[in-house]
């Protein structure tokens, strides 16, 4: 099982990135997945998830109406577009599978500044 994030940099507050995961190692299809975050000095915090077929997603509330989760079953990519960021985004994203994550990949850091 492997991820590999990216599309994580400096970004001033207001403004967008879209991260994007490269899973392998496992069904990707068959499962829910999810974006995860951890700040400095936190711990990791859940984000956003969407189940397998990316119709159904959830997000927790600091981040609704301003994140979006979708997913390519085909090439089993993850991806959260993030809009309107703020400082108190800024941390480094991982993606994983939501039940039972593991082998975390290295994340990608996302810094909100001016």
């Known amino acids: 099982v492997q991820f590999v994030e990216s599309g994580g940099g400096l970004v001033q507050p207001g403004g967008s990135l879209r991260l994007l995961c490269a899973a392998s190692?496992?069904?990707?299809?068959?499962?829910?997945m999810s974006w995860f975050r951890q700040a400095p000095g936190t711990e990791r915090q859940h984000v956003a998830a969407?189940?397998?077929?990316?119709?159904?997603?959830a997000y927790i509330e600091s981040v609704k109406g301003r994140f979006t989760i979708s997913r390519d079953n085909n090439k089993k990519m993850l991806y959260l577009q993030m809009t309107g960021l703020t400082r108190e985004d800024t941390a480094v994203y991982y993606c994983?599978?939501?039940?039972?994550?593991?082998?975390w990949g290295q994340g990608t850091q996302v810094t909100v500044s001016s």
């Open positions: 190692g496992f069904d990707f299809g068959l499962e829910i």
């Open positions: 994983n599978r939501k039940n039972n994550p593991d082998s």
């Open positions: 969407i189940r397998t077929k990316g119709v159904t997603t």
